[in-house]
């Protein structure tokens, strides 16, 4: 049988702090340590450095640049009058609350953006600029876009004023031939497609309506934005079935450089009337008949029916005259226009 072992206590001395000669073996980290720790490091840095430079491509990152180096020429801009009450109430917010919402610009390289929508805050900082000298309105935030193409960049810029805004029918259908003139679509039809594609088809052929319009009086219109859709209606079927209207109408607003939206109204109105029917009555003010355009011809079934006991004055307009000696005038060309020209005639 074998002998067991006895076995004797641990030895207290191994229990105790190492020498320090033999500590100093530790106290210092493994060569692969260092190794992986600095392969980590610099890994963070790079995943860092990576997301950041994808978000400010993506246009995730907002960027402080400086105003002067913001082209607000890039893109043709879709507002043709910007209301001075509306800029003095975006210069009051931006003075007291600094600026909110980011522009959006396009990289054109050497430190110059183009800028895609965000007009109205840079003219606001500019002025605010001016105004005060302060260093904190020389400077916008802004998100940078890459659009693929230009047709992009007009699209950003319109669907931005349609949200925040909205455009009137005269300034969507001149964005229309203005990104056509630039070569950006090839036609009117693709254009008006692809740039108001989230619009209904009702309101695209309303827009489509304007462009004759626009091709006939921009640059001579000091109010276009005031054209109201009914009005621009009725003018773009006008300027249809009379080639020559649109050259009196030139003349007739040349002539009577009107200073309100209302004046100007009035004198479009009055150019509605063909000469030939202006010539038959020459006792009535020329702005009160000239709401009412000229008919285009219709098939029979889309004639309104002619009232009963009415004389018809003009094309759709029927005059009516009662027992008590009273006078109504009715019929589709009975406009909110040719009321308020009527009223005005009265009162004079």
């Given at each position: 049988m074998a002998k067991r072992k006895r076995l004797t206590p641990a030895n207290p001395v191994y229990l105790d702090e190492p020498p320090a000669e033999a500590a100093g073996i530790f106290a210092r980290p493994a060569p692969i340590a260092d190794v992986a720790r600095a392969a980590s490091s610099t890994a963070?840095?790079?995943?860092?450095?990576?997301?950041?430079?994808?978000?400010?491509?993506?246009?995730?990152?907002?960027?402080?640049?400086?105003?002067?180096?913001?082209?607000?020429?890039?893109?043709?801009?879709?507002?043709?009058?910007?209301?001075?009450?509306?800029?003095?109430?975006?210069?009051?917010?931006?003075?007291?609350?600094?600026?909110?919402?980011?522009?959006?610009?396009?990289?054109?390289?050497?430190?110059?953006?183009?800028?895609?929508?965000?007009?109205?805050?840079?003219?606001?900082?500019?002025?605010?600029?001016?105004?005060?000298?302060e260093a904190r309105f020389t400077s916008v935030l802004a998100l940078l876009r890459r659009p693929d193409q230009a047709s992009d960049a007009y699209l950003a810029m319109v669907e931005e004023n349609e949200i925040r805004v909205g455009l009137s029918y005269y300034e969507r259908a001149r964005i229309v031939l203005k990104a056509v003139e630039q070569g950006v679509f090839e036609t009117r039809k693709t254009a008006l497609q692809q740039?108001?594609?989230?619009?209904?088809?009702?309101?695209?052929?309303?827009?489509?309506?304007?462009?004759?319009?626009?091709?006939?009086?921009?640059?001579?219109l000091r109010f276009p934005q005031a054209l109201a859709e009914r009005a621009g209606l009725s003018l773009s079927r006008a300027l249809e079935d009379d080639p020559a209207l649109s050259a009196r109408l030139h003349a007739a607003l040349t002539a009577a450089a009107p200073q309100t939206a209302e004046d100007e109204q009035a004198v479009l109105q009055a150019a509605l009337v063909p000469p030939e029917a202006a010539a038959l009555r020459p006792d009535v003010p020329p702005d009160l008949p000239a709401v009412v355009p000229p008919a285009r011809p219709r098939g029979p079934d889309s004639r309104p029916a002619r009232p009963d006991n009415g004389e018809q004055i003009a094309p759709d307009l029927w005059l009516h005259q009662h027992g008590s000696g009273a006078l109504t005038l009715s019929g589709p060309a009975l406009t909110a226009e040719l009321r308020a020209a009527l009223v005005r005639w009265l009162q004079q």
């Open positions: 963070a840095f790079e995943e860092m450095a990576d997301t950041l430079t994808r978000a400010r491509s993506e246009g995730r990152m907002v960027l402080e640049l400086p105003l002067d180096g913001i082209d607000i020429t890039y893109l043709v801009r879709d507002r043709v009058v910007v209301e001075d009450a509306e800029m003095a109430a975006l210069r009051a917010s931006l003075r007291a609350r600094g600026q909110q919402a980011p522009i959006e610009v396009t990289d054109l390289g050497a430190g110059r953006y183009g800028l895609i929508s965000g007009w109205r805050r840079c003219q606001a900082l500019r002025q605010l600029a001016d105004e005060t000298g740039l108001f594609h989230a619009a209904s088809r009702a309101k695209r052929s309303k827009i489509g309506s304007f462009l004759g319009i626009v091709e006939a009086l921009d640059g001579v």
